[in-house]
């Protein structure tokens, strides 16, 4: 009797330590599913960041500080194109230092799956941003509008004009079908903001994440390792480089 008490008392306690594994099982994998990001354009210093690496296009660009997307201390920035004839937009299609590899589980420092950005545009009638991949070159493009000068593939958003700010975000595994690769994954090294006709386009919050959710967005859960806007940091250290540097240190 005893004895059987005593079992019974011990199956109770396997079961609580079961269960308490459990949870912490289960929060450890909510809780370690990071949702990385990459800020190509929000606060002042990444729009001072990316200006002088837009290297080529008739357009001009100028760092926005009055019409922003959304003020959250920030300090009121963004990047403005001006829609100056010609092909009316900044690009570079080899950022320096930019190698992303947009795969369908993202988990590596430099990998991605979403791309979130905020756009407006004043006159004319489209606006383009167009992601620069080693396969298939800029064949991944969004618009809103008329597809002004007819660049294609490209996914129009909105078949409106953004006159006022607004914000997408979207897969870009789905969108360019990045499963049917030769490698599975795209590797973007560029972009291209294409505001084409007058007056001009402003772009914001353009940021790469692994996650669906928005970053960027006040009420994101995640405090995301808001990554630096400088691609350095998320290269894998070179160690000649380490080592370089630290002889002559
Ligand atoms: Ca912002
Ligand atoms: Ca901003």
């Given amino acids: 009797m005893i004895r059987e008490r005593g079992d019974l008392r011990m199956k109770f306690y396997k079961l609580i330590v079961l269960m308490l594994m459990s949870v912490i099982v289960y929060n450890y994998s909510v809780w370690s599913k990071e949702n990385r990001a990459f800020v190509i354009i929000d606060d002042k210093k990444s729009v001072k960041d990316i200006l002088p690496k837009l290297i080529n296009g008739a357009g001009e660009a100028e760092l926005e500080e009055n019409?922003?997307?959304?003020e959250d201390n920030d300090g009121k920035a963004a990047l403005l194109v001006v829609g100056s004839g010609g092909d009316g937009q900044r690009f570079n299609p080899?950022?320096?230092?930019w190698e992303i590899d947009i795969v369908k589980n993202p988990k590596g420092k430099n990998e991605f799956r979403y791309i979130t950005f905020a756009w407006k545009k004043k006159g004319g009638t489209g606006i383009q941003l167009q992601l620069h991949w080693t396969t298939n070159s800029w064949g991944h493009r969004y618009h809103s509008g008329v597809n002004e000068k007819n660049w294609n593939p490209s996914i129009q958003l909105d078949e409106k004009l953004?006159?006022?700010?607004?914000?997408?975000?979207?897969?870009?595994?789905?969108?360019?079908?990045?499963?049917?690769l030769d490698g599975k994954k795209g590797v973007m090294t560029g972009i291209a903001f294409s505001a084409w006709s007058l007056e001009h386009g402003i772009w914001d919050h353009v940021v790469l994440h692994q996650q669906e959710e928005d970053p960027l967005a006040p009420q994101a859960v995640q405090p995301t390792e808001k990554l630096p806007l400088t691609w350095g940091r998320l290269k894998k250290p070179d160690p000649r480089y380490w080592l370089l540097n630290r002889e002559r240190n």
């Avoid at 080899?94 to 230092?97: I, L």
């Avoid at 006159?163 to 997408?168: Q, R």
């Fill in 162 to 180: 953004p006159k006022d700010w607004k914000v997408y975000t979207r897969d870009l595994v789905e969108d360019w079908e990045v499963e049917d």
């Fill in 67 to 70: 019409d922003v997307y959304e």
């Fill in 94 to 97: 080899n950022m320096p230092d």
